[in-house]
């Protein structure tokens, strides 16, 4: 009966590691980023082979509807890319969205306002326990935990693109 303890013991602890890396292969590089706010989930390809969705995701206080001016607390809608990176983000790790484009610079500037920017993928704020701050509290961003921005800091490089649905 020990033996078999021991045995079923040791199978289970051989299997953690691969339970771990379930997540996403350690060598998974992304070439697209789909975001469906209204789902809230954020889906990485690498062509068109799914890599891995994360669920959960948090906006800004107003998450209904496409940005349009600085501080009106949304998340864009639309096409853009990841032009940056900050490992010394005050939210653990981001990638910066190219927001604004040409399309959202020209609605703003017709309607006298600015379009604001800094708009980023990031994790929770420094120093915050494990886990998440609850609701939507980013100021238009797209916050995830800690554990998964680290993973998309690894599969996404620059010049990403990233889709952001309604």
């Not at 339970?19 to 980023?33: F, H, K, L, N, Q």
């Not at 010394?88 to 306002?113: C, F, I, K, Q, T």
């Not at 961003?141 to 921005?149: D, G, Y």
Request: one cysteine or more; glycine letters at 10%.
């Amino acid at each position: 009966m020990r033996a078999t303890t021991a045995l079923l013991v040791l199978g289970l602890a051989a299997c953690v590691p691969a339970m771990v890396s379930w997540g996403m292969p350690e060598d998974a590089r992304a070439t697209y980023i789909l975001v469906d706010k209204s789902e809230r989930t954020l889906t990485l390809y690498d062509g068109d082979a799914v890599i891995k969705t994360y669920t959960d995701l948090q906006f800004g206080d107003e998450p209904t509807g496409h940005k349009q001016f600085e501080g009106d607390e949304r998340t864009p809608e639309g096409r853009y890319w990841i032009d940056a990176r900050n490992p010394n983000s005050a939210y653990h790790l981001s990638l910066r969205v190219s927001y604004p484009n040409a399309d959202d610079r020209a609605y703003a500037e017709a309607m006298g306002r600015s379009p604001g920017g800094d708009i980023f993928l990031h994790g929770q704020p420094n120093g915050f326990a494990e886990g998440r701050v609850p609701g939507d509290w980013t100021d238009g961003c797209i916050a995830l935990s800690n554990a998964e921005i680290e993973e998309l800091w690894s599969a996404v490089g620059d010049g990403t693109p990233i889709e952001i649905r309604p």
